[in-house]
């Protein structure tokens, strides 16, 4: 199974689109992890028209847009507990774990978190941590980049993709 993990669309206020390549892999992937901060409700509204299957949050800058602050999804036999990460730079990886622990339901889950806009994969107080970036290279990222992650019995093979 393949997942897409993006985060940060920042669509409109920082840009007009997520690029084609990264539309692309969204499209073709079984399943899109999406760690907030839409932007819009048309950002959204786009995102659920290109992806097969969506499981999102909602981030720090987007309005009241429907989501949830934290979602688990099981994909190919692994838990994913997917939040923004909102709040300071100093401890997010451990708030970030933490959310994760409070929220999973398996011993070993995988966190989806996003706000950085730093490409991040690490493990934190045992919990690894994926933090794709920002899908279309919002400040303070220096490049648009985004994951996919393949999944299968229980293992994550993570990719690092940017344009």
């Known amino acids: 199974m393949e997942i897409a993990l993006i985060s940060d669309s920042h669509i409109p206020s920082r840009a007009q689109r997520i690029p084609d390549l990264f539309r692309d892999r969204v499209a073709d992937a079984d399943h899109v992890v999406h760690a907030g901060d839409f932007d819009s409700k048309g950002a ?17 800058m987007d309005p009241r847009i429907g989501l949830p602050s934290v979602a688990t999804v099981e994909l190919g036999g692994v838990e994913f507990v997917v939040t923004h990460g909102t709040g300071s730079s100093r401890g ?13 339901t398996t011993d070993d889950p995988v ?53």
């Open 92 to 104: 997010y990886e451990q708030r970030v774990a933490r959310t994760v622990r409070e929220h999973a």
């Open 44 to 60: 959204l509204a786009d995102m659920r028209d290109i992806a097969p299957a969506l499981t999102a949050v909602s981030g720090n």
């Open 111 to 163: 966190g989806v978190a996003g706000h950085t806009h730093e490409v991040l994969d690490i493990e934190t107080d045992g919990v690894r941590l994926l933090n794709p970036g920002s899908a279309t290279g919002a400040s303070p990222a220096s490049r648009a980049t985004m994951m996919t992650a393949e999944v299968e019995s229980g293992d994550v093979d993570v990719r690092v993709h940017e344009v």
